[in-house]
């Protein structure tokens, strides 16, 4: 689960980031507490608080005295808006340079988009309903 290249409370607030923008961990619900985070994945109570405090600095947890952390009011749709600023300056932009290098115009890139979607959702196998 975790990459050896990144530091390990980094991907225990991005997990619990994923919990939040999936919806897993709903807006002004108890947050795992850093010992649980520490016994699930096997690592240091103070690595787990340390990913913890990264989030409550952000505003995206927040303390009950006594009680625990819980998600903050708003939570999901800040790091959604932050998430899909990430993914414009990481895929977008770079996307779109490259497209220009190669004389595409925003009309052939959007049919290129739509195609290659069109085609991952053909090729893509379908779930049953029951």
């Known amino acids: 689960m975790f990459d050896p290249g990144r530091p390990l409370f980094l991907q225990i607030a991005e997990s619990i980031e994923d919990s939040i923008v999936d919806g897993s961990l709903a807006e002004e619900e108890k947050a795992p507490s850093t010992?649980?985070?520490?016994?699930?994945?096997?690592?240091?109570?103070?690595?787990?608080?340390k990913g913890v405090a990264a989030l409550t600095d952000q505003g995206i947890l927040f303390k009950k005295r006594g009680i625990g952390m819980f998600v903050a009011a708003g939570a999901r749709e800040r790091l959604l808006a932050q998430r899909r600023e990430t993914f414009a300056r990481t895929y977008v932009a770079p996307l779109l340079?490259?497209?220009?290098r190669l004389g595409l115009n925003d009309d052939d890139v959007l049919?290129?988009?739509?195609?290659q979607a069109s085609d991952t959702?053909?090729?893509?196998?379908r779930q049953e309903t029951s």
């Open 121 to 125: 959702h053909a090729t893509a196998p």
């Open 97 to 100: 340079a490259e497209a220009h």
């Open 111 to 115: 049919r290129l988009i739509t195609q």
């Open 35 to 49: 010992n649980e985070l520490a016994a699930f994945h096997r690592i240091n109570p103070a690595t787990a608080a």
